[in-house]
């Protein structure tokens, strides 16, 4: 008589459903976590010098901004209101793709990426009808266009991040399983969104 054939240990029986699948680390969402605070607490240094000077200038001479100086608000409240459709976006991004709603995914990530253009065009001109002359004794120049080019410089940062996760996302990488890379790209997306609204209060708004 033929011996029954031994089952191994680590197969389920058949009347059983599977074990859930392994949760992976999410490594990427913790790095950009790190990273988004870190980013943030950077501007929030730069902000705080800013605020410094601003008070310490104003308090021994009551002028604070150069003559001829030019800080409308057409512009700025325009980036705003990009940036905050923008986070609109990618979040409407990290839904679809939890929904594993692919067109609307890229739809949101490929407007996401739009408004972040639109901003950088703007800030481009902003920047050219500031009239603040760099070369003057004034610490505004250096603060403005220090806090808001490093600004620019994460806002890119985002984009190019954002674009690379929705090259994933359209290669099928990103599932309603798995999907840490679009919502790590919404989550640093949101920080330097949070960073402009700072800046355009502390900066544009107050002078």
């Known amino acids: 008589m033929a011996a029954a054939t031994k089952v191994p240990a680590s197969y389920a029986p058949i009347d059983e459903a599977p074990p859930p699948p392994i949760a992976r ?6 790095a950009t976590a790190f990273a988004s605070a870190g980013c943030i607490m950077f501007f929030a240094g730069l902000i705080g010098i800013y605020l410094t000077e601003r008070a310490t200038v104003l308090g021994d001479s009551g002028t604070w901004l150069p003559d001829k100086s030019n800080f409308p608000l057409t512009q700025p409240n325009v980036m705003l209101l990009a940036l905050l459709c923008s986070s609109v976006m ?19 990530l490929g407007l996401t990426l739009v408004f972040g253009l639109a901003v950088v065009n703007m800030a481009a001109y902003l920047f050219a009808v500031l009239n603040v002359d760099i070369a003057t004794k004034s ?17 890119v940062g985002a984009m190019i991040f954002t674009g690379l996760m929705a090259f994933r996302a359209l290669g099928g990488q990103f599932t309603s399983r ?30």
């Not at 680390?25 to 913790?30: C, G, M, S, T």
């Not at 979040?91 to 739809?107: G, T």
């Not at 989550?187 to 002078?207: G, L, R, S």
Request: net charge positive; hydrophobic share 60%; charged share 10%.
């Open 139 to 155: 610490l505004v120049p250096v603060l403005v266009y220090t806090i808001a080019g490093a600004h620019i410089l994460m806002l």
């Open 90 to 108: 990618v979040q409407w991004a990290v839904d679809a793709i939890r929904r594993d709603d692919r067109p609307q995914a890229f739809m949101a």
């Open 178 to 207: 798995q999907h840490d890379g679009v919502s790590a790209a919404a989550m640093f997306w949101h920080a330097q969104v949070v960073v402009f609204v700072f800046i355009w209060y502390a900066i544009y708004i107050t002078k």
């Open 25 to 30: 680390p999410r490594v990427v969402i913790v």
